[in-house]
């Protein structure tokens, strides 16, 4: 089935970078652009980028440039998100998930979503 | 402070209908077909529930309909179920700055 497969949850350090790699089986991994998108504890939904895993190409959110980086793996069918300079306002469950569009277009409506990674960045 | 602005709760009984409210802007709801709807259940991945203001995906019961005038969007669910009761977000596409905005999410209680 269409999945997408998230890794466990991490503690951080002030400072530090986290990576998180997101899995996706059952489909064709370039057919669809990847989003990310995260949610601090109690709070609502954040976007934080898309990559195109065909091309690698990115899209950052202003607020988000300079520190995030998404890249995929076609060989694996990984995409990743590496957040760096990381705060306790980062702590969030991080989620992948797939744009609703087959080939090179967008809905920006998220229909195959990972489990979450839940990122505690703490002293 | 959220893009979009939808009401903090809404509440139903069984078998009745409520609509949820997601207000921007020009640049961003009243301009582009591109509003989406999610629901959420505590500590689940939040889950598609309309896309392109109106369109269901495969699966999600007809129950659930989008609809838009203008700078909002509606989210409207009939015949309200106790598996309804979740947190429900709605987002689009936005020129301005970000390309995705949510907005600050809709506590739906089934009484």
């Known amino acids: 089935q269409v999945q997408l497969v998230q890794s466990g949850a991490e503690v951080k350090k002030p400072g530090a970078s986290v990576k998180i790699p997101c899995k996706a089986s059952g489909y064709t991994f370039t057919s669809y652009y990847m989003h990310w998108v995260r949610q601090a504890p109690g709070q609502g939904l954040e976007w934080m980028g898309i990559i195109n895993p065909s091309g690698g190409s990115t899209n950052y959110p202003q607020k988000f440039q300079g520190r995030v980086t998404m890249t995929r793996d076609t060989s694996t069918s990984t995409v990743y998100l590496e957040l760096s300079g990381l705060s306790t306002e980062d702590t969030a469950v991080y989620y992948c998930?797939?744009?609703?569009?087959?080939?090179?277009?967008?809905?920006?409506?998220?229909?195959?979503w990972g489990q979450g990674t839940m990122v505690t960045v703490s002293s | 402070q959220s893009a979009l602005t939808q009401p903090a709760s809404v509440s139903g009984s069984p078998g009745q209908s409520i609509t949820i409210s997601c207000t921007g802007t020009?640049?961003?709801?009243?301009?582009?077909?591109?509003v989406s709807w999610y629901q959420q259940h505590p500590g689940k991945a939040p889950k598609l529930m309309i896309y392109d203001v109106s369109n269901r995906p495969s699966g999600v019961s007809n129950r659930f309909s989008g609809s838009k005038s203008g700078n909002t969007a509606s989210l409207t669910i009939s015949g309200l179920q106790a598996e309804d009761e979740a947190d429900y977000y709605c987002s689009s596409y936005t020129s301005i700055s970000t390309l995705v905005v949510f907005g600050g999410g809709t506590k739906l209680t089934v009484l």
């Open positions: 998930a797939r744009d609703n569009c087959d080939g090179d277009c967008f809905t920006y409506g998220f229909d195959i």
């Open positions: 020009s640049s961003d709801v009243g301009g582009y077909n591109y």
